[in-house]
């Protein structure tokens, strides 16, 4: 199913391989936007993009781009894999167009994807998972009620060193609870 | 905690929080930690990262 979004200053839908531009290209190349992302290990090609945008099924997988309404830019995406047997999702959120940082689109927008998983996929638990020194995903989890269910010690290189990766999770219920 | 969020020192109460703080967002928090970081001298946990939750609770940090 192709998804649609709104929110106040975004929308949200499926990409498909026109998708795949020389823009997403340039985050996925930026050391900064991908520091705690597990695609930083990988090499990037705008082919590399177009697999792994087909590589989402829109049944039970789902790579939804953020939109800019004011310039109608690119400036993220999120990816949600949906287990349909056990209502649960794993997803995760990637800002790349940095002007985009610090401006509240995170929250603003996983509120609009948590109400798709939620409501129009049957979904019942929504989880992320953070690397510990990454502060600002560590607030928007918290700022937007999501619990931390654990913390995996040392479990990915980061920087210099190795560090946690706290577990994130939200139920419908907590969901709807607080809308 | 007002340098770190550009405010006002008289912009920040002694009660605050990121609810009542518009400044106080995920940079913000960014700012906030790596402050507190330099002054003990090591970095926070992911926890310690997210009960920095008041005003309050970043003062028990550096006392």
């Known amino acids: ?179 | 905690m007002a340098s770190a969020l550009g405010l006002e020192l008289r912009d920040v109460g002694s009660d605050a929080t990121p609810e009542s703080l518009n400044a106080w967002d995920s940079l913000g928090h960014m700012r906030i930690s790596a402050q507190i970081e330099e002054k003990i001298g090591r970095p926070l946990t992911g926890e310690e990262v997210l009960a920095l939750a008041s005003v309050q609770d970043v003062a028990a940090h550096l006392a």
């Not at chain 1, 939109?67 to 990816?79: A, D, I, P, Q, T």
């Open chain 1, 1 to 179: 199913m192709s998804v649609r979004l709104e929110t106040g200053r975004y929308f949200l839908r499926t990409l498909d391989e026109t998708d795949a531009t020389e823009r997403y290209l340039s985050w996925m190349r930026d050391p900064d936007v991908m520091r705690y992302l597990h695609a930083r290990f990988e090499t990037h090609s705008l082919d590399s993009i177009r697999r792994y945008i087909a590589g989402h099924d829109n049944l039970t997988s789902f790579l939804i781009g953020v939109f800019c309404k004011e310039s109608g830019l690119h400036v993220g995406n999120y990816s949600a894999r949906c287990n349909p047997h056990h209502k649960t999702v794993e997803q995760g959120v990637l800002i790349g167009d940095r002007a985009h940082w610090g401006r509240g689109a995170v929250l603003e927008t996983r509120a609009a994807v948590l109400d798709f998983l939620f409501d129009a996929q049957g979904m019942e638990k929504v989880c992320g998972n953070v690397y510990a020194d990454n502060v600002a995903s560590l607030f928007n989890y918290k700022a937007q009620g999501w619990r931390h269910e654990g913390t995996l010690v040392s479990h990915v290189k980061s920087g210099e060193g190795r560090c946690d990766v706290l577990c994130f999770a939200i139920s419908r219920d907590e969901w709807r609870a607080r809308r």
